[in-house]
């Protein structure tokens, strides 16, 4: 009988904190967003402008920024799966939420059980890129030149597991010209575009909210965007051909992003979160710019925890086979 009441007394006060601590939630302490790639890349362009509407959406708040690098986002995503469950530690992640599990058969955390699900925020179309040296200026030469040079060139990424990876992985794959370039890793696509405009890397595939200034200024080749349907919307990308057009039936790829929170953090800070993400994902600032980058803002109801944990569960089972027929691991 003591026993039961006392466990009835823990529960009541663990539910008067809990309260306690959503209602002063987030309180003066920041809420940080890890983004697990380098400073001045797309997935980094994404969290910032988030940060700025999430902001907005939570008057008094503080949303900070921090990159922790490497190992294709799984450092990063590693770091807030430990953090304390408090709400302001945030991760801000894109597929490799489920290409990871495909390709690292030792991944330090469960994708589907250490995080609380936010909701989904974007997608983002990707491009294929040339260095400006690069002797193409069609998609069709650019082809031709890869196959005359197999062996030869290099193409960048932010890592293993990266979007840019299975970007990369998925287009020789589909143009059977699997292994014909020397992969170069980097800690995000933003050093991966400094060595792309250096002509220090040949090609490189990434997200368009890093490369549609790149483009437009002439200081990177464009061929082609991933996405099935034509981007016609978009003043600069609509010139490109989908990678369809060009005869890689099937091929398309959006780089989808979300928000997560460390397990066990309090439902009522969730909802918090939640609420506060879904007027962010309605700013007109936060649209435009999205939209100005070629990304599209995700549909209500994917804006939904529930929702955003269901298509990451199906998308771990999508990319599992297509990872696993390339054949590379990332251990
Ligand atoms: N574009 C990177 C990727 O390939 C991520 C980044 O640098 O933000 O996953």
Redesign the pocket.
Known sequence: MTFRLSLVAVAVVAATLGQAVAQDFPGSKPITFV????AG??????ARDLAEAMRKAMPGSNFTVENA?GA??TIGANKVAKAKPDGHTLLLW???MASTPALYRKLPFKPLEDFEYLGLVNEVP?TLLGKPQLPANTYRDFENHIRANAGKLNIA???L???????GLMWQHAVKLNESMTTIP?????P?MTALIGGQVDVM???T??TTSQIEAGRVKAFAVTTAKPLSGHKLLKDYPTLQEMGLKGFDLS?WHGAYAPKGTPEDVLKKLNAALKVALKDPDFVKKQEGLGAVVVTDKRQERAEHKTFVANEINKLKPVIDAAKQFAD
């Open positions: 983004v697990p790639f380098a890349g797309p997935t980094d362009r994404v690098a294709g986002g894109h597929i490799g990707m990424h932010a890592g597991g990266s979007a840019s990876h299975i970007c980097f800690g995000g696509t933003a991966a595939c990434d997200q909210t890093n780089i």
